[in-house]
Each structure stands twice: as structure tokens, then as C-alpha cells.
């Protein structure tokens, strides 16, 4: 599987068992260097999903759409906040 499939699959994981991780960033997602098997740490943030809180689910999802654009136009987390600091 691509990492971008493997993290859909635990996103969706998470999910049917109503957890949303809330914190999907980059240094929050390992990779094997060999193997290209992901996985997804830091679950400081994590939320419970309730019928009355279902909306949890969309940041997990926003944060993944947004990994997908970094990795599609090659930005980088780390280079943006070397930006911002150095201002």
C-alpha cells in the first residue's frame, strides 16, 4: 500500500471507532525507510466521536487533504516554520 492509502486506512481505523487523532501532521506520522509502513503517533489530542460531536471527524480529514496537497506541491511543515521563525 502507498503511505497516502495506509493513512486513509487508519484514518478510517480510528473512526469506525470513534476516534479522531485531531493532530495529523507530519513529525506525527513515521515512515520505515525500507518498507514505506507508516505509523501515526502523538494521540495527546485525541477525541472521543459522539453523534453530537461528529464533526471531530472533519479535522482529521481536513488534515489529511492537507498533507496530500503538501506532498503533491512538495512543501514542507519544517520549511514553513524555519520561515515564520526567522521573521
Do not use: W
Not at 34 to 45: M, N, S, V
Amino acid at each position: 500500500n502507498t503511505i497516502l492509502t495506509q493513512m486513509a486506512q487508519v484514518i478510517d481505523l480510528l473512526h469506525e471507532n470513534n476516534i479522531a487523532h485531531f493532530d495529523l501532521i507530519y513529525p506525527n506520522i513515521l515512515v520505515h525507510k525500507d518498507t514505506y509502513q507508516i505509523k501515526i503517533t502523538d494521540f495527546d489530542l485525541i477525541k472521543i466521536i459522539t453523534k453530537e460531536h461528529i464533526e471531530y471527524k472533519l479535522v482529521d480529514i481536513y488534515c489529511f487533504v492537507e498533507i496530500v496537497y503538501r506532498l503533491i506541491t512538495k512543501l514542507n511543515y519544517v520549511e514553513k516554520e524555519n520561515r515564520q521563525d526567522s521573521q
